[in-house]
T-cell receptor, first 114, second 110 residues
Framework: EAGVVQSPRYKIIEKKQPVAFWCNPISGHNTLYWYLQNLGQGPELLIRYENEEAVDDSQLPKDRFSAERLKGVDSTLKIQPAELGDSAVYLC????????????FGEGSRLTVL | QKEVEQNSGPLSVPEGAIASLNCTYSDRGSQSFFWYRQYSGKSPELIMSIYSNGDKEDGRFTAQLNKASQYVSLLIRDSQPSDSATYLCAVFQAGTALIFGKGTTLSVSS
């Protein structure tokens, strides 16, 4: 069974440029998460999807961040415009059962904003 | 604000020793508790889950939960250099997402 797939693995951009990250969850997993992880910190939730619906986006900085999960499968996280402080690892995770903490993470997308 | 607290370490133990990692959480409504292991430059992977008070053993790993004290711990017996990683404590409450601590870095020396 394929795991959670994320791309790109690495991205370097100038500040004020846009960037997008893509995630394909494990087949059959209805719940999808985007987490942000800064160096030396634990992952912090940005947004959680149940199928196509964003059920928790309270931590998503909506002035510059947006996300979508069309057809309840793949998801895209976008930042526009990027700021220096956005440099971090963006982790996508999925889970098969509603209401569980057993998450499967992708390899992450490391963003560097110059 | 729901919080999960961990000592960031580093925790250094010799090979073969017992490593003890601790975690406290603030939300008494928390229902499920997890330990994730994260190697440097890699993503977190689930190694233990515990749902009720007491101990749960899986190989060299034992998770301990005390809901009255809001305390979770992970014991690693016969520590190996391959156990060197950051261990993330995570807490789940129904209707919310998993909340992670900052992690404890474990270093096992041979």
């Amino acid at each position: 069974e394929a795991g959670v797939v994320q791309s790109p693995r690495y991205k370097i951009i100038e500040k004020k440029q846009p960037v997008a990250f893509w995630c394909n969850p494990i087949s059959g997993h209805n719940t999808l998460y985007w987490y942000l992880q800064n160096l030396g910190q634990g992952p912090e939730l940005l947004i959680r999807y149940e199928n196509e619906e964003a059920v928790d986006d309270s931590q998503l900085p909506k002035d510059r961040f947006s996300a979508e999960r069309l057809k309840g499968v793949d998801s895209t996280l976008k930042i526009q415009p990027a700021e220096l402080g956005d440099s971090a690892v963006y982790l996508c995770a999925s889970s098969s059962v509603l209401g569980t903490g057993e998450l499967f993470f992708g390899e992450g997308s490391r963003l560097t904003v110059l | 604000q729901k919080e999960v607290e961990q000592n960031s370490g580093p925790l250094s133990v010799p090979e073969g020793a017992i490593a003890s990692l601790n975690c406290t959480y603030s939300d008494r409504g928390s229902q499920s508790f997890f330990w994730y292991r994260q190697y440097s430059g890699k993503s977190p992977e689930l190694i233990m889950s515990i749902y009720s008070n007491g101990d749960k053993e899986d190989g060299r790993f034992t998770a301990q939960l005390n809901k009255a004290s809001q305390y979770v711990s992970l014991l690693i017996r016969d520590s190996q250099p391959s156990d060197s990683a950051t261990y993330l404590c995570a807490v789940f409450q129904a209707g919310t997402a998993l909340i992670f601590g900052k992690g404890t870095t474990l270093s096992v020396s041979s």
